[in-house]
C-alpha cells in the first residue's frame, strides 16, 4: 500500500497568505491610531478598526473577483443557487432546461420533480425515506436526522441535466447527481448517467440523499473520505446490485498490486480541492484511477468501520474532526490508529474473495448492448469505448472479457492501457500487456463465466 505524496504549499501562495495577513494588521494598526487620534479610548479604536477593515476587505475581493474567469464562475454559481432557493424558480429552471412540464410528487418535506412520469419520482422519493430510516439506524438517532426540506429534481438526458446545472455547480465533470443548497437542500439527478451499468437510480439518490442528511446532521462539513464513505455505504444497500460477488476483494487486490492504493494518512488528509482536479480531468487515465480509488477505499473503509466498531463510530462521527486533528480523534475513538485500522480492512477485504460467477440473463443482455458493442465497434468514438471499458472493469463480470483482451491487440495505446486496468480489476491480479499474457485465465474460467 502506498500513499500519495502529499501537496506542499506553493512559494507563491505562501508569500501570497503572508502578504494579505500583512496588509491587515498594518491597516488595522493605521485605522486604529487614528481613531485614538480622534479622542477614542484605545481599546474602543481597535474594537471599531478591525471589523471596518475585515469589511472593506470583503467588499475589495467581492470588486475583484469579476475581473477573473473563475471568480466570475464563482460569483455566478452564488448567484444562481441563492435565486433558485425558492421553488417555483427552481423548478421554471428545471423545465426550461428539460423542455417539458413535468410533474411534482411531495411526500411529506421531499418534494420530487421528474421529466418523465414513468415511476422514477416515487422510487426517488421512496429511496429519500429509506435512506432516512437507514441512516438513523446507522447513527443510533432518536430524532430524524433532518427536518430541512429536500428537492428532488430528476432529468432524462444528459444535455438536460447540464444545462440546468449550468453555471451552479462551479465543477460538474460527468457526475451522475449533484447535491447543493443553502436553506433548502437540491438535488439533481441525471438518469442517462445514474442507470448506466453497473449504477442505478435508487443507488444514486440513496449516494446524494446521504450527503444532504449528514450535512445538515452535523456541526461542520465532513471531510471527503468520511462523507462519500458514508454516501457509498448506504447507496450499495439499494438495488439493483449489478457489480459482481467478490468485485471488492479483486479491486483490491489488483489495486495493491499496482501500488494504486491510498494509505491512511493520504485518504484521511484529501482535499476536495484535489479530487475537484481530478473529476475535471476524466479523459485522463491516472486521474480516473484516483477518483475511483478514492470513491471505492472510502466507501469499504466506512463500512468497515461502522459495521466492526459500530459503537466507537457513532461518537467519531458526532465529533466530525476536521483533516487535520482526523488522527488524534481517530485513535481516541477506536483505540487504533487509522493505519492498523486501514490495514486490517485490507486483510479482511482480500483473505477470500468470492469466484467468478456468470451474471443474469438480463445482465449478459445489457453488458452485451450496451458495453460490448460500444467496444468492438469502428464507429464508437475514443470517449464511448474508452466509457464502456472502464464501465465494463467497475462491474467486475468475466462476461465477454474476450472484448477487452482483443483491444489489448489493438494498435491504440491509451484504449490498451484502459483494457488492461479493467482486466486487472475483473481478475484481481496483473499479467502483463499482450493478449497472450490473458488467454490463459480467460480460458482456465469454469464454463459459462465469460461466455456461452
Known amino acids: 500500500m502506498s500513499g500519495k505524496p502529499k501537496r506542499r504549499t506553493q512559494p507563491k ?9 500583512v496588509v491587515l494588521v498594518g491597516a488595522t494598526v493605521l485605522a486604529g491610531r487614528r481613531l485614538a487620534a480622534w479622542g477614542l479610548p484605545p481599546w474602543a479604536a481597535w474594537l471599531v478598526a478591525l471589523p471596518c477593515v475585515v469589511a472593506a476587505f470583503l467588499l475589495l475581493v467581492i470588486a475583484v473577483l469579476p475581473l477573473t474567469p473563475r471568480g466570475r464562475r464563482v460569483l455566478g454559481a452564488i448567484a444562481q443557487l441563492l435565486l433558485r432557493e425558492r421553488e417555483g424558480a427552481d423548478l421554471a429552471a428545471a423545465r426550461q432546461a428539460a423542455g417539458t ?10 418534494a420530487v420533480w421528474s421529466d418523465r412520469m414513468d415511476g422514477a419520482a416515487r422510487t426517488a422519493a421512496y ?6 430510516s437507514r441512516f438513523e439506524e446507522l447513527l443510533a438517532l432518536s430524532a430524524p436526522p433532518c427536518r430541512k426540506p429536500l428537492r428532488i429534481l430528476c432529468f432524462s438526458a444528459e444535455a438536460a441535466f447540464e444545462t440546468y446545472t449550468q453555471g451552479m455547480f462551479v465543477t460538474v465533470g460527468r457526475a451522475r447527481g449533484h ?13 442517462e448517467l445514474a442507470e448506466r451499468l453497473p449504477s442505478s ?34 447507496a450499495r444497500r439499494f438495488g439493483p446490485a449489478h457489480r459482481a460477488p467478490g468485485r471488492l476483494a479483486r479491486w483490491l487486490r489488483a489495486a495493491q498490486a499496482r501500488g494504486g492504493l491510498l494509505s491512511a494518512a493520504g485518504l484521511l488528509a484529501l482535499t476536495r480541492r484535489k479530487l475537484a482536479r481530478r473529476w475535471q480531468n476524466w479523459d485522463d487515465l491516472p486521474s480516473v ?14 463500512a468497515f468501520l461502522a459495521e466492526t466498531w459500530p459503537e466507537a463510530f457513532r461518537p467519531f462521527l458526532a465529533a466530525l474532526p476536521c483533516r487535520h486533528r482526523a488522527r488524534r480523534v481517530f485513535a481516541r475513538c477506536f483505540g487504533l490508529s487509522p493505519d492498523e485500522a486501514m490495514t486490517q480492512w485490507i486483510d479482511a477485504a482480500t483473505a477470500d474473495p468470492a469466484p467468478l460467477v456468470p451474471p443474469t440473463d438480463d445482465l449478459k443482455l445489457r453488458i452485451e448492448a450496451e458495453l460490448v458493442q460500444p467496444i468492438l465497434s469502428p464507429h464508437a468514438s475514443p470517449d464511448q469505448r474508452r466509457l464502456a471499458i472502464r464501465l465494463m472493469g467497475s462491474l467486475g463480470y468475466a462476461w465477454r ?5 482483443e483491444i489489448l491487440a489493438g494498435p491504440d495505446e491509451p ?30 474460467l469454469p464454463r459459462g463465466v465469460a461466455c456461452d
Not at 101 to 110: A, K, N, S, T
Not at 179 to 191: L, N, P, T, V
Open 289 to 302: 484511477a484516483f477518483v475511483e480509488t478514492v470513491y471505492t477505499q472510502s466507501g469499504g473503509f466506512v
Open 13 to 21: 501562495e505562501a508569500l501570497g497568505g503572508l502578504g494579505i495577513l
Open 415 to 444: 484504449l490498451r492501457a484502459e483494457a488492461r486496468r479493467a482486466l486487472e480489476c475483473i481478475a484481481g491480479e496483473l499479467r502483463g500487456d499482450a493478449p497472450h499474457d490473458w488467454h490463459p485465465w480467460l480460458t482456465a
Open 101 to 110: 412540464q413535468g410533474f411534482v410528487l411531495r411526500v411529506g418535506r421531499v
Open 201 to 234: 437510480l435508487p443507488a444514486t439518490v440513496a449516494h446524494e440523499v446521504t450527503h444532504f442528511l449528514l450535512r445538515a446532521s452535523v456541526r461542520r462539513r465532513p471531510p471527503v473520505w468520511l462523507d462519500e464513505g458514508l454516501a457509498e455505504t448506504l
Open 401 to 405: 472479457a474476450d472484448a477487452l483482451i
Open 127 to 132: 429511496v429519500a425515506g429509506e435512506v432516512a
Open 179 to 191: 447535491y447543493s443548497g443553502f436553506w433548502f437542500a437540491r438535488i439533481a439527478i441525471c438518469r
